[in-house]
Structure formats: structure tokens, C-alpha cells
């Protein structure tokens, strides 16, 4: 499974900003696809997540601003982070990632098997 990762970039708080994150290759072994977020100094964290049948999970920074979504194409999955009014703390580098796990492990970054390679959002106040 590759992903690549596209719509990081610098955005005013209040504001809005779109990630994607194209999936290609053995996309029918995925069955969670997620955003985590690492900031400078700080650990990988999860933004939001999903599966396959809809079970979303969000950090709690995120829930009612952030919306994750999922397009399904022909062999590709792409996945989405709609940012709704981002706050300076949501600055980072965004990281996309995919695997066949359940929903019991979306918050569990060590569980994903593939990542892409990052998108930076920098949010401005």
C-alpha cells in the first residue's frame, strides 16, 4: 500500500484547509485509515480515524471541527481531513496512514503499517 499525502500549508485561524491522502496498491486489505498529527517536540498523535463500516474515532481537540471522510475509486481509497476554524495548536506535520486493523486499535499508532509521508499545516493566529 503506498499514500501519498496533499493540502498541507499555511492557514489563519479561523480559517479552513482540506487534506488528502491517496491510497494505492493492496487497498482491499485496508480496513482503517486514519490523520495523526506530530508537533514540533511532541509525539505522534491521533487526529481522526475511521473504518471500513464507518466507525470513527477523533481526538478530542478535533471533534466538531474537524471532519475525516473517505472517497472509494478504482483500485485507490482517498482519504480526507476537512479543517474546520484550526487553531495555532493544530500546527504540525500531518500524517496519513492505513491498515487492517479493527476499530479497537485506530488510536494505537504503532498498529498501522503504512504511513505516508506527511503534509505541514501551519496555522497562523
Known amino acids: 500500500v503506498q499514500l501519498q499525502a496533499s493540502g498541507g500549508g499555511l492557514v489563519q485561524t479561523g480559517g479552513s484547509l482540506r487534506l488528502s491522502c491517496l491510497a494505492s496498491g493492496s487497498v482491499f486489505s485496508i480496513n482503517a485509515m486514519g490523520w495523526y498529527r506530530q508537533a514540533p517536540g511532541r509525539q505522534r498523535e491521533l487526529v481522526a480515524a475511521?473504518?471500513?463500516?464507518?466507525?470513527?474515532?477523533?481526538a478530542n481537540s478535533a471533534k466538531g471541527r474537524f471532519t475525516i471522510s473517505r472517497d472509494i475509486g478504482n483500485n485507490t481509497l482517498t482519504l480526507h481531513l476537512q479543517m474546520s476554524t484550526p487553531k495555532p495548536e493544530d500546527t504540525g506535520v500531518y500524517y496519513c496512514n492505513a491498515d487492517s486493523l479493527d476499530y479497537r486499535h485506530l488510536s494505537i499508532p504503532a498498529e498501522y503499517a503504512y504511513w505516508g509521508q506527511g503534509t505541514l499545516v501551519t496555522v497562523s493566529s
Open positions: 475511521l473504518t471500513t463500516s464507518g466507525v470513527t474515532n477523533y
